[in-house]
């Protein structure tokens, strides 16, 4: 079935390297995309998202690449901070409504920062 | 509040008891959603209120589960015959929605849910 998934379920970086959280998404009618960051203890925050009419969007220290021809989302996190420590959510708004608010998470991935 | 509230933040209970667990979203946001969390897992999506609209229960795993949302904002889930396997942190998230899109989610810290 359609569902939004992730290549690795955790993934453990260097301090000061850079991180590359993967999304695999089904749903070509998908348009918008969301990372979310969720810390121990505490409700998902949101990081960053994209339309699917842009390749590439960049915040502070992260950036969201998305490839419409494989279906591929990631999030860039540069110079990875311990306080990056967290599990990370992708997720996809399929366009025309219906269940769930027409917005589908992803399982996650766990980011663990050595120092 | 700024923010999504839930309440309350930590429930033990036993087994066969019913629990409810609150959320108040943001002030304005017009869809609600609740999920849960079991640990280590992703967001399990339960239920989905929009507006007036009929709230769509696709999510709910079982009918010991239901929700409500009085007057457009506070929701209440409720869990009767708590079982072993509803230990999860049950999380709540309001949205503003424009049209048909759904906005930025925005989270409340949870309900950890705690089932001997």
């Known amino acids: 079935g359609e569902s939004v998934g992730l290549h690795l379920p955790t993934l453990s970086v260097q301090e000061g390297d850079n991180s590359i959280i993967n999304c695999a998404y089904s749903?070509?009618?998908?348009?918008?995309f969301i990372w979310y960051k969720q810390e121990s203890g505490k409700g998902p925050q949101f990081i960053i998202d994209i339309r699917s009419n842009m390749d590439k969007r960049q915040g502070q220290r992260v950036t969201v690449l998305l490839n419409k021809t494989v279906k591929h989302l990631s999030l860039q996190i540069a110079a990875t901070q311990p306080g990056d420590s967290a599990v990370y959510f992708c997720a996809e708004r399929r366009r025309g409504g219906g269940s769930q608010g027409n917005l589908i998470f992803g399982k996650g991935t766990k980011l663990s920062v050595k120092p | 509040g700024a923010g999504v509230s839930q309440s309350p933040s930590n429930k033990v209970t036993e087994k066969g008891k019913d629990v409810e667990l609150r959320c108040d979203p943001i002030s304005g946001h017009t869809a609600l959603y609740w999920y849960r969390q079991s640990l280590g897992q992703g967001l399990e999506f339960l239920i989905y209120f929009q507006g007036n609209s009929a709230p769509d229960k696709s999510g709910l795993p079982s009918d010991r589960f239901s929700a409500e949302r009085t007057g457009g904002s506070v929701s209440t889930l409720t869990i009767q015959r708590t079982q072993q396997e509803d230990s999860a942190v049950y999380l709540c998230?309001?949205?503003?929605?424009?049209?048909?899109?759904?906005?930025?989610?925005?989270f409340g810290e949870g309900s950890r849910l705690t089932v001997l």
């Open positions: 749903n070509s009618a998908s348009d918008y």
């Open positions: 998230a309001s949205s503003l929605v424009r049209g048909a899109n759904t906005g930025e989610l925005f």
